[in-house]
């Protein structure tokens, strides 16, 4: 049996104390390797969940240990440190610098951890790749990503998550702002190219039509245990 | 966090031309309050330095403030004068080595006229016990012979052989001219940055020749007597308005002062030059404050601009934060950040406020002068590092303001910014 990259265990998260709970997670499991999309309406707390996992947040109750390290025994500067080391984002949108390039946006993980950036090897050359796969033009790598398409966006922002290959790669809502039919091919790419990396996703959504993509899922439904 | 640095860099140049124009205010504050420093000590200094290594200043009995004012810059109400049988008695006091009688009460279009002897130009001295030199000509010999300062020579364009009139008082009152008597410039003192700069010195014979036919502050109708005929009257002036004491020994300046004091023909003030020069800055040293004051204030102005500028600029970069927080930065990077870059856009203005006000002293200075300053100065002045580093740690206090937010919003925002 695969070791565990995520373990929750009775997790409850409020804003303020005299709040409903924000999350509340009675157990989660995800295998190393494996995809998970979670889903849930909005307002069902899953950004709070997702700052949760990158140790943004601390639980109230409960313990969430990721990659057998529970992110609460952590100090503040070592989740922070943790967080650039193991894990890679992609949110809805507004995910990159817009006066950096393409390529310096998918970079960033290099510059701020070294693990991820001995991992990638030659991070330039790792990056250019990772673009090349997710189907960017080698002639949109140098440009200022806020001259590039939403989509464009969103497969840099991937490329981002992916480069040094972390272990987790977190993504909130990346398709919201794709159409359709982009949609399913974004979430092939990412997950093609999470599997080629030996990562584990955690992929947030509302829209249940795109689960067909994944391994497991998992329902966030407000103020009631998973 | 040397990536984290990087960032901040590119993102501040992305933002560019608000971080510009908040620069260009604090540098200009910069300027404008090392200026103001460099002016102040340097007039501080050159007021100082008006009247050296004269030991006392002595006039008829009035405050010391007003004697000197009078004596020295040819200021203000005249004391009233002293006789010259009394100078005479007490330039013979044993303790005094030199003495200089000046007489005032004439002017040469709005300059005053310095009635003296010749020993003036030997035993006056200036800032560092610098003496008087001549940048032409020589000191008056005959009686009808002026010697002009720096500045007024340069103004009315005089040269040595110029021909000039005075005029009784200050000038102000029409047929007041001695124009019956002319003078011939003789001489032309090098600069000084004194109140000699603005003065014609003549003899104190001229002073009585050209008052010979006046009675009473106004020339007598009908009644003249030429100069060329002045030679056979006695020239000895009745009265004098000061005259300055050099000393054999400093140490007994306060027992020549006090004999002074006690002189029995008619009521003296004996004053310290430096302690008057002293006590009269005291009495002008509210502008130079509210010149401090107003100064600071520009300053407050700029970096409130910088804190604005921060702060307005904070909802766009919410989201900058937040990729930076998913990148593995810390609240509290967050918090350096903010305060780094205030640190640096106030470190900037201070050096370029620098290298402005060294411009300005390399240019600007004959344009100041205009202004009655002499020069701004190039050197660096006391106290001048320390202006910088309080705009600094300013500045630096000023970043917190937003830091403060930015911290604040991330903690709201973690990853997913609210906007």
């Known amino acids: 049996m695969a070791a565990a990259a995520i373990r929750i265990d009775d997790l409850v998260f409020r804003w303020r104390p005299d709040a409903a709970p924000a999350v509340k997670l009675a157990k989660l499991t995800v295998d190393a390797g494996k995809s998970l999309f979670l889903h849930g309406p909005s307002g069902a707390g899953k950004s709070t969940l997702l700052n949760l996992l990158g140790g943004v947040l601390l639980p109230e109750r409960g313990r969430i240990e990721v990659l057998g390290q529970v992110l609460g025994d952590l100090p503040a500067a070592r989740r922070d440190a943790f967080r650039a080391d193991h894990l890679g984002f992609v949110f809805q949108q507004f995910n990159l610098l817009p006066w950096l390039s393409a390529l310096d946006n998918v970079l960033l993980p290099c510059r701020f951890s070294r693990r991820r950036a001995q991992r990638a090897g030659e991070p330039d050359a790792a990056a250019r790749r990772l673009l090349a796969a997710l189907d960017l033009d080698a002639a949109a790598h140098g440009a200022p990503a806020g001259e590039l398409s939403v989509g464009q966006q969103q497969r840099v922002a991937a490329a981002r998550a992916l480069i040094g290959r972390p272990e987790i790669v977190i993504a909130d809502e990346p398709t919201s702002a794709l159409d359709a039919a982009r949609q399913d091919a974004f979430i092939d790419l990412l997950l093609g190219e999470a599997k080629a990396a030996g990562s584990t996703v955690v992929f947030v959504s509302h829209d249940l039509r795109l689960a067909a993509h994944f391994d497991e899922k998992l329902a966030l439904t407000v103020g009631a245990d998973a | 966090m040397r990536a984290l640095l990087r960032l901040a860099l590119a993102s501040a140049w992305n933002r560019r031309l608000g971080l510009g124009l908040t620069l260009l205010s604090v540098m200009l504050a910069a300027t404008l309050l090392l200026s103001v420093e460099r002016v102040r000590q340097a007039a501080r200094a050159s007021f100082a330095q008006s009247v050296s290594a004269t030991d006392l200043v002595v006039g008829a009995r009035s405050s010391p ?200 023909g008619e009521p003296l003030t004996a004053v310290l030059p430096g302690v008057a020069l002293d006590q009269l800055w005291q009495s002008v040293g509210f502008a130079e404050r509210a010149l401090q004051v107003l100064s600071w204030l520009v300053l407050a102005v700029g970096l409130a601009g910088l804190a604005a500028t921060m702060l307005a600029g904070l909802d766009q970069r919410r989201r900058e934060l937040a990729i930076l927080r998913s990148l593995g930065a810390g609240r509290r990077h967050l918090l350096a950040l903010l305060v780094l870059e205030s640190g640096v856009v106030s470190l900037l203005g201070c050096l370029l406020g620098l290298a402005a006000t060294t411009l300005l002293a390399l240019f600007g200075a004959g344009r100041l002068a205009a202004f009655g300053l002499s020069a701004l100065p190039l050197t660096v002045a006391a106290g001048e590092m320390q202006l910088l580093a309080a705009v600094l740690v300013c500045g630096l206090l000023v970043g917190l303001l937003p830091a403060w937010r930015a911290y604040r919003l991330s903690l709201a925002d973690g990853l997913t910014p609210r906007c």
Request: no cysteine; net charge negative; glycine share 12%.
């Open chain 2, 65 to 264: 403030v007003q004697l000197v004012l009078h004596a020295v810059f040819h200021l203000g109400e005249p004391t009233g004068n002293l006789g010259w049988d009394s100078y005479r008695k007490i330039a013979a006091d044993p303790a005094i080595a030199w003495s200089v009688p000046l007489s005032l009460g004439d002017s040469h279009r709005g300059y005053p006229v310095l009635g003296t002897t010749p020993d003036y130009f030997v035993h006056f001295r200036y800032g560092d016990r610098q003496p008087l030199s001549f940048a032409s000509g020589a000191a008056f010999a005959g009686i009808f012979e002026a010697v002009l300062g720096a500045e007024v020579a340069a103004r009315l364009g005089y040269r040595v052989g110029e021909r000039i009139t005075l005029s009784h008082g200050d000038g102000g009152l029409a047929g007041m001219e001695h124009e019956d008597k002319p003078f011939t410039v003789v001489g032309i003192l090098a600069p000084t940055g004194t109140p000699v700069d603005r003065s014609v010195h003549v003899g104190l014979a001229a002073i009585e020749a050209i008052h010979l036919d006046w009675i009473g502050g106004a020339p007598v109708p009908g009644f003249s007597i030429g100069a060329e005929v002045v030679q056979k009257f006695d020239l000895t002036p009745k009265s004098i308005t000061a005259f300055l004491v050099g000393l054999h020994r400093r140490g007994e300046v306060f027992a020549v002062q006090r004999r002074i004091g006690a002189f029995a």
